[in-house]
Structures are given as C-alpha cells and as structure tokens.
C-alpha cells in the first residue's frame, strides 16, 4: 500500500480556517486520495476523497497538487466540534478493495 | 436509515477464552470490514466480507475469523485470547459496488482481556 505521512498533531483557533497537509509522494495513477476523521470516543467518519481535481463538500474542501503527491485537507470554520484525529488515506481503484489502511493521522485540537 | 450497529459494546474476557463480536451494516450495505484499533498499532484492517465471502484479510493470526450470513450481518471471533487483543473492533459497512464508496464505522466493540 502506498503510504501517507501527516504531522502529528496540530492546533487551530476556533472559526479560523485550519489547513491539514498530508505527503504521499509514491502515490500511483490509480490511488485516490480519501479523509477519514475520529472524534473521541467514536468510531472514523467519512470527510471527502478525491482524485485529481480539488473537492469541496458540506464539511470540508480538498486541494490536491498538480503532481498528487500532497493534499490538503481544509475546514474553513473550525469549530470544537471538528476536534478529531484526521487520516488520510489511499485506496487503490481496484473493485473488491475496501480495505482502508490508516496511518498515524493528525490529532487537531481547537482552541476556544 | 439506521446506522452500523455493534454488540456488545463492552466486554471482559481472561487470557484464553474466545469471544464472539457481531456486526449490524446498514440497510442495503452488502460490504462488511473489521478492524482492531490500539494505543500502539493504531487501526489495523482485519478482513472484509462480501456477499457471505471474505474478499481481503489482514496481516492478523488465524485465531481471528470471521463471516458474514445472508442478511449482511458480520461476526468476528478471537478464540484463544491473549492480553494483546485488548482493543477496541470497529466494524465498517459500504454498498461495496464502488471502490469509491465511503465506509461507514460503528461505535465499536471495547475488548478487555484479563
């Protein structure tokens, strides 16, 4: 699987956009590009995926690079609730792979 | 629509037993999948079931199984329980038809070994 690498943890004001980066530099033409996120206690949430083209849905927007070796995921308001571990994630466009391989994730703590 | 649903939500076993955990996907969700999450490895992909077949496994001993019956419903079993199985196993379900379709988790299943 190819892999993802995201900063550990990172910090954001309240009603502020927060921006979370993630590199996967050996992604293949076939992979696309998904966010998940874990708020405590709870079991991972579906946040946006995409493929080449940047994303926008009602929780988030996702901007991937020209070359799709990094991506961005962007919540334009943070609020506490957004508090939650992010991964990113790659899934092979192979029909009959579900399978989500997570890595460490981003853990985003909101400040009041 | 009612979400994934999983049973028990709680458990404590001692070293050795087995248990059984069970799975509810959502309505009209053909695709189950399992993983285990921990302080230490973080979410680990355990198996996926498809139409009462496993379609991928992960790197987990034989001791964990699983199926999955006609109804989409999913069990996992973990005979021989050690302490390291303590986790908490989170079940997924998805239409399965798309390899762009979003997973949805349970709640999950906290597993405490003794």
């Known amino acids: 699987d190819a892999k993802t690498t995201q900063p550990n943890s990172m910090e954001s004001n309240e009603e502020e956009p927060v921006h979370l980066p993630c590199n996967h530099s050996?992604?293949?033409?076939?992979?696309?590009i998904h966010w998940y996120r874990q708020l405590p206690s709870q079991g991972p949430e579906y946040v946006i995926h995409?493929?080449?083209s940047n994303v926008n849905n009602r929780m988030a927007s996702l901007a991937i690079a020209e070359d799709r070796k990094s991506s961005t995921l962007i919540l334009h308001r943070a609020t506490l609730r957004d508090a939650a571990v992010y991964y990113c994630?790659?899934?092979?466009?192979?029909?009959?792979?579900?399978?989500?391989?997570f890595g460490t994730g981003t853990r985003l703590t909101i400040i009041p | 629509k009612a979400g994934v649903t999983q049973t028990p939500r709680y458990l404590i076993k001692t070293r050795g037993q087995q248990v059984t955990l069970s799975c509810s996907p959502i309505s009209g969700h053909r695709s189950v999948s399992w993983y285990q999450q921990t302080p230490g490895q973080g979410l680990q992909f355990l198996f996926e079931?498809?139409?009462?077949?496993?379609?991928n496994k992960g790197n987990f001993p034989g001791r964990f199984s699983g199926r999955q019956f006609s109804n989409s419903r999913s069990e996992m079993n973990v005979s021989t329980l050690e302490l390291g199985d303590s986790a908490l196993y989170l079940c997924a379900s998805s239409p399965g038809q798309s390899p762009y379709n979003e997973q949805f988790f349970g709640p999950g299943t906290r597993l405490t070994v003794l």
């Open positions: 079931y498809f139409s009462e077949t496993q379609r």
């Open positions: 994630i790659l899934r092979d466009l192979d029909f009959g792979n579900e399978k989500l391989t």
């Open positions: 050996t992604i293949s033409g076939t992979d696309y």
């Open positions: 995409g493929l080449t």
